[in-house]
């Protein structure tokens, strides 16, 4: 039985449903070495803004039991960079491209993500608004992410939306009360997925020296001691959600990736753990092969959602 | 190119207390490295801890490598334990290696502790691609943590010893001795240590004009460049970038590059 | 030099600031063949009820990386039962009792503060407000956990606090947005101190059987893996309160400890570490002796809040 | 009283593929064990896995105990890799341990796979307390499976074998080979083994008002009967508890007092 990991993601058709998590990855041709990359369902981008950026002062990384920290700060080389030096080689490849893009306020992501579309930078734009190493956005309880405020996600969601026709992802915090409510604004918003979870908000202090483990006190904690976490993220927003949730957060092998599946992930992104074994969501895709074979299910859409209960 | 294989230990040496020497079986690895690469080690089949280590290349030889460490938190203490036989998950080799500049008349290394740990396999590229062994400068706390001399011997490296007790060689830093050496404008100095002797041994080279190499530390991620997590501040813009990732563009770095003072101490020992 | 670890934590005096979490050290008795409970500076129970909970179908446990999902449902033996069987030992030692409870509704919260007064049965009250495997409170946004929803942190501290003379100790969710309105909320409604954090809610699947591994579907996360959550939330709580801050999660060492008085917490808990090792919050009782000498430091409260930056 | 002790594995032996025995050297523990009593074994320094792994007391010796496992995960695949020299650190002994009703005539010890783990133990002390070594049923897949046949012999107990697949001794289930014992008033049977043998042999009992002492397994945290995760359902209220803890009040229970329909099959093999 020959069986078909085939996936259209909200618009995206992806030969199969692994792609790599923003800001893991960089922008591909880092790990060009290991694997082919068009081998993989879709290449996500480190976060682009429209200018480049320095990020964080160093130290930006601890390792924490089971993950690690980072405070890179979104450093990339900007939108133009991206497109004369990054984009060439991902464009050769036969492979589609997820741009994550940050900015200041609405109008920069939608300025990003026209200028994306327009082009040729991106085949899915998917929105960090949830980025926990940069705080922008206002609201009445103080400063927050953007996707803490299910309103301003809402907001942010309908001025992207009304600037491209690409596929468009949000991607959410898991630092909220509950996940339905970002979920769902992002869907009213327009968005065609959410991508769950980005990094858990988190610090580390030396204890001898006293001080914080990173320049910037707070980073995002990642890696498998966050999959339960996203795992029930995941669950939560894909039975509220009519859109395909992008299920990431600690997944290291097949079974992990099947995890968010059964949880109701359309898809799935590798992050930290391309950072241990570079060659982990390739892995993933053989792997999910494998494990539909064996299990006589003829493609992913068998499995999602189908936690028995 | 890097690659990620695993690689049968066949040697392990406790070199002095707390400091090991591990071989692998890495034919691969081996061929293709430079002195002053480095590789990701794998410490544990478990996720705790997740990240892999980086370890200098110490030597390189026609089917593997080795690599020089000193325990220092988990992952060195795991990776202190195993023994022959084991299978070392090993990624690389990684980052940019030393450039060996073979117009220069001399060429200095000068290791400061466990920095020792790239230099051997410096030492013999230079000595067979200059057709002369280096000066070696060995500046270590104390007479035990004297690290490699035997092999320095060996390749025929002049060596000049500093312990900072004076239990062996001269009673100083690795900067008075490097200062006695008195490196002129057709000298190469390469350097590994902790961050304050290359801050200083960075600042007299600059100062005396002599060309100057040293390689980095950062806490390391994925050691591919890709995650940013271990940049350091450069003076200058490269390629529009002032964050300069110590595992891709380095970890070696011409001193001039460096903005010291932009460096973080809080990792310096 | 001798030091003194002694604290005063919101009105209870002991002889040093470690205690247990609740639910991780049963009634301290479990405990006693491994070394002499009068040696903490509190135990604190497990969450007690007015009447003797069964608590969820097994399997309650689940570990995952670096740590383990629990969904117990507070199976506790009831109010009666505690104060006739468990409280004679722990009386029969010389050490506080911080008397966890749980109640539907505050009024039972109340009640059971009340009577635990009254029968000599606590020497602090912990209310767990925020137990992810029990639901039942509601408030406009659905089904949430009371220490989700700031005005009713308030109200039940209120309620709580007019029934009891005792230290009243609020136990808080880090399933929030921010830690900092909830322990406000339970400042403002007369606690003596917060304690962070209760478990993050998380799930996790049998990739073969598909079905959940707990019975109860959800549990809490807790051990090393939540670390990090924890010291941001005692960080960021400690700078917004007056009161005290009893920081847990995931503490397994001294140097775990310390990273908590360094971000503000003024007692600590150890939880999920007994299990892996039963005489771990008395190694860190000597572990914490040994650092201030080492560090001559003359006391804890010279590391509270020390964070240097 | 249990303890928490490092002690030195002064044997190992795969003796069945994927199959286990390591022997601690653990004076203290092995004073006070019971056959039936457990140890959680710490599987790992680092904190994945966090949480000890549960593990019968297969034998007891003067001044130690030997663990007999199978791999199933990650924490019994590192139990296996720890070699002779290595410090186990061992949470131990814990449980109530099997109780010998010395009036009865006869003993018939049930063992299915794994679930043989408890039994050399137990076999040696009806031995001693009644003076007979008793009937022993040895349940596996296969015959390559069949284990510590030989140590069972060694002490002079009636063996039965049964395989599913006819490979050795009788191709038949262990309930099959019990009731062919005829177990009578007078009889006592102790089982270990995979859920649904425990079931159908503690039904078959109690229909046949046989006592029967069955040991069950569940994930555990603690093992000091503190955390409350390892509870089963039971038939009848102890101490106005419902929920019985495995690792307190059990491994061992009168089968009668289990509530088998309630008895959740998830783990079930
Ligand atoms: C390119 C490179 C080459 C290196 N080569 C060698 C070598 O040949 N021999 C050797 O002994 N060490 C070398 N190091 C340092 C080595 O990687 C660290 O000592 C090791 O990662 C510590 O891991 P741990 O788990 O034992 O300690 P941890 O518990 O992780 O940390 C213990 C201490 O080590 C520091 N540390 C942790 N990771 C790093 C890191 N990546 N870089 C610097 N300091 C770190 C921590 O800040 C802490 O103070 C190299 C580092 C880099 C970046
Ligand atoms: C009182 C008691 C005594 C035991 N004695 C033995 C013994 O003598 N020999 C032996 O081989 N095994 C014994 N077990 C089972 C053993 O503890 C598990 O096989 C082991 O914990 C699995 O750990 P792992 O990390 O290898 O597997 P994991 O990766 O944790 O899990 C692999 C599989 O084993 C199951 N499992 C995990 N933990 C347990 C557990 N505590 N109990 C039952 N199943 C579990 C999981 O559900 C999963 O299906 C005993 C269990 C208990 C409760
Ligand atoms: C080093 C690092 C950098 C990251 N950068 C970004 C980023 O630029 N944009 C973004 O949306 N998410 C970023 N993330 C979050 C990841 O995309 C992902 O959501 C998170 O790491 C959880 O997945 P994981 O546990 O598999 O790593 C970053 C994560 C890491 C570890
Ligand atoms: C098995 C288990 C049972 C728990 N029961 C309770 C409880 O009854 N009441 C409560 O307030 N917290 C309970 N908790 C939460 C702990 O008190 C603590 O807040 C949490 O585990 C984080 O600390 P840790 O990571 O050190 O375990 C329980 C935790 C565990 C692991
Ligand atoms: S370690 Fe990831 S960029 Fe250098
Ligand atoms: S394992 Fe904790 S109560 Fe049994």
Known sequence: ???????????????????????????????????????????????????????????????????????????????????????PFLRQKDVPIIANIYGHGPDEYAELARLLEEKGGADAIEANLSCPNVHDAKSSRGTVLVA????????????????????????????????????????????????????????????????????NIVGGLSGPCIRPVAVKMVWDAARALDIPVIGMGGICSTEDAVQFFLAGASAVALGSMSFRQPDAAIRVVNGLADYLEGHELSGIAALVGGMAQ | MPSVVDCPIVLRQEVAEGHYRISVQAPGIARVAKPGQFAMLQVSGGYAPFLRRPMSIERIFSDGVSFLFKVEGE????LAEMDTGHN??????????????????????????????????????????????????????????????????????????????????????????????????????????????????????????????????????????????????????????????????????????????????????
Not at chain 1, 12 to 38: C, I, R
Not at chain 1, 56 to 75: C, D, S
Not at chain 2, 75 to 78: A, D, I, K, N
Request: charged share 20%.
């Open chain 1, 1 to 87: 039985m020959s069986v078909s990991l085939e996936i259209n993601l909200g618009g995206l058709h992806m030969k199969n449903p692994v792609t790599v998590a923003s800001g893991t990855f960089g922008y591909g041709q880092e790990y060009d070495a290991y694997f082919d990359v068009a081998q993989l369902g879709a290449v996500t981008t480190k976060s682009l803004t429209l200018k480049p950026r320095a990020g964080n002062k160093p130290p930006r990384l601890v390792e924490t039991p089971a993950g690690m920290l980072n405070a890179i700060g979104l450093q990339n080389v900007g939108l133009e960079a991206y497109l004369e030096h990054k984009l």
């Open chain 1, 148 to 215: 803490q405020d299910p309103e301003l996600v809402c907001a942010y969601t309908k001025t992207i939306r009304s600037a491209t026709s690409l596929p468009l992802y949000v991607k959410l915090t898991p630092n909220v009360a509950t996940i339905v409510e970002p979920a769902l604004a992002a869907q009213e918003g327009g968005a065609d997925a959410v991508s769950l979870i980005n990094t858990l908000i988190g610090m580390a202090i030396d204890p001898e020296t006293r001080r914080p483990r990173l320049a």
């Open chain 2, 75 to 78: 992952g060195t203490r795991l």
């Open chain 2, 88 to 269: 070392l998950s090993v990624h690389g080799p990684l980052g940019n290696g030393f450039t060996i500049d073979t117009v220069c008349d001399r060429h200095i290394l000068v290791a400061g502790g466990i920095g020792v740990a790239p230099l051997p396999a410096l030492a013999e590229r230079v000595k067979r691609d200059c057709g002369k062994a280096p000066d070696v400068i060995i500046a270590a706390r104390t007479e035990r943590l004297l690290l490699c001399e035997d092999d320095f011997r060996r390749m025929g490296c002049a060596i000049h010893i500093t312990t900072d007790d004076g239990s062996a060689g001269e009673k100083a830093l690795a900067t008075g001795m490097l200062e006695r050496l008195a490196p002129d404008a057709r000298t190469c100095v390469y350097a590994c240590g902790p961050n304050p002797m290359l801050r200083a041994v960075s600042q007299m080279m600059l100062d005396a004009g002599v060309m100057c190499l040293v390689s980095l530390e950062a806490q390391m991620a994925c050691g591919d460049g890709a995650c940013l997590g271990c940049v350091i501040e450069s003076k200058s813009e490269i390629e529009g970038e002032k964050m300069l990732r110590v595992c891709k563009d380095g970890p070696v770095f011409d001193a001039s590059l460096i903005d010291w003072a932009a460096h973080d101490l809080r990792d310096d020992q």
